[in-house]
Structures are given as C-alpha cells and as structure tokens.
C-alpha cells in the first residue's frame, strides 16, 4: 500500500513550456487535491476532486488545469510555465469530505 | 473565504520542556482543525486533528484545544523531544462539500539538547 504517490520529484522548465504532474492513490479514496507551498505562506489549494471526472477551482487556480479521469489518479498540468509558478507541490487525497487528508511527498517545479 | 493565522513562525525549546502553538480562524463554519507535521524535504503528516463538537482532544504528548467562541484553536506538545523538530502547519475547513484546507504559515519548531 504506497499511499500518495507523485512523479516526478523535481523538475526544471523553462518559461513557456508545458508538463503535467502525476498523483496517484492506491486507498480508493474519493477526494483528491492539489496544494502549492511557498515559503512563508504555508500551503494553499490550486484544485481539488471530489470524485472521477469532476474538478474544482481553489483559492489559486490560474495557470493550472487539472483531470480526474480514472479515480485513482490525479493530474495537474501547466500549459505555459512562467517563474511565479516555481514552487513544491503537493498532491492529498481523503476518503470522504469528512476524513483526513493524506499528502504525497511532493514535486519540486522549477521555472527559469 | 476562511483566513488562518499561524504563530509563533518560530519556536525553540529545550528538551523535555512543552511547546505550545496557536492558530486562529475567520469563518465561523469552520469545523474540522487538522494539525499537520512536515519533515525537510516529505509531504506534510496528519499529528492530530479536532472537530468543532469537541474542546480538547489528546494524542499521549500532543494535544489540541477548541475555542469556537474565540475561534482559535492551539497545539500542545509535552516533554518535547529532538524528532519532534519540523515544520508544524494548522489548517481549518467546513467538512461536507469539497472539505477545502486553509492552512496558516507554519511554525518552525527546534527542540535544542
């Protein structure tokens, strides 16, 4: 049982250029999110899941797209990067809305 | 939307001696106060978490305490030891609909021998 996973682990793109990060759960949990961490602000929500083939905005959605196509999996992608979205990201999912969230170990992103 | 303030951002404490971390919240609905643990370099850990039906909650040497009337809420760690250094984040969200986490800015905790 791997939890929470994320690929990759650190990548470096140059301004313009597009990728999408991986988050996949193996607890069959419904509720899946996206965070950003910077420092000094703690983590805030880019967009969140409640179940396949739904999304929802967060608190900072702009630049990003998300998909919930297969339950398990979790994809968020940049279609232009810019230096502002260089940052940690990390990826949760929880079994309800009622339950706990659990975090992946992260993506460094770094935008030159 | 919901505001969480975090502080102190830094705390250093002697071994053995009690750490205590406090948050406050904006929106009155808030229900759920989860309190997370990140470690250099990992993702962030669920350590304890309370619900708002609830005033005090203790897990061996953590323990958290509600106060809905003043909407804050704080994090009590006891005999303090070194693996207890990292990072500590309290979050608040209104469960039901997407159970979104508003996380305050994290509190640096140094537990010096």
């Known amino acids: 049982n791997a939890g929470v996973t994320q690929t990759p682990k650190f990548r470096v793109l140059k301004t313009g250029q597009s990728m999408t990060l991986l988050c996949a759960q193996d607890?069959?949990?419904?509720?899946m999110y996206w965070y950003r961490q910077d420092p000094g602000m703690g983590l805030r929500l880019i967009h969140y899941s409640v179940g396949e083939g739904t999304t929802a905005k967060g608190e900072v959605p702009d630049g990003y797209n998300v998909s919930r196509l297969k339950k398990q999996n979790f994809l968020l992608g940049l279609e232009s990067a810019a230096p502002s979205q260089t940052s940690v990201y990390f990826c949760?999912?929880?079994?309800?809305?009622?339950?706990?969230?659990?975090f992946g170990p992260g993506t460094r992103l770094l935008v030159l | 939307g919901e505001n969480v303030e975090q502080h102190p951002s830094t705390l250093s404490v002697q071994e053995g001696d009690s750490a205590v971390i406090k948050c406050t919240y904006s929106?009155?609905?808030?229900?759920?106060f989860p309190w997370y643990k990140q470690e250099l370099g990992k993702g962030p850990q669920l350590i304890i978490d309370i619900r708002s039906n609830v005033g005090e909650k203790k897990d061996q040497r953590i323990a958290v305490t509600l106060n809905k009337t003043a909407k804050h809420f704080s994090l009590h760690i006891t005999e303090t030891q070194p693996e207890d250094s990292a990072v500590y984040f309290c979050a608040a969200s209104v469960t039901g609909g997407g159970n979104k986490l508003t996380f305050g800015t994290g509190t640096q905790l140094k537990v010096e021998l």
């Open positions: 949760a999912s929880s079994r309800t809305s009622r339950e706990t969230q659990y």
């Open positions: 929106d009155s609905a808030s229900n759920y």
């Open positions: 607890m069959n949990h419904e509720y």
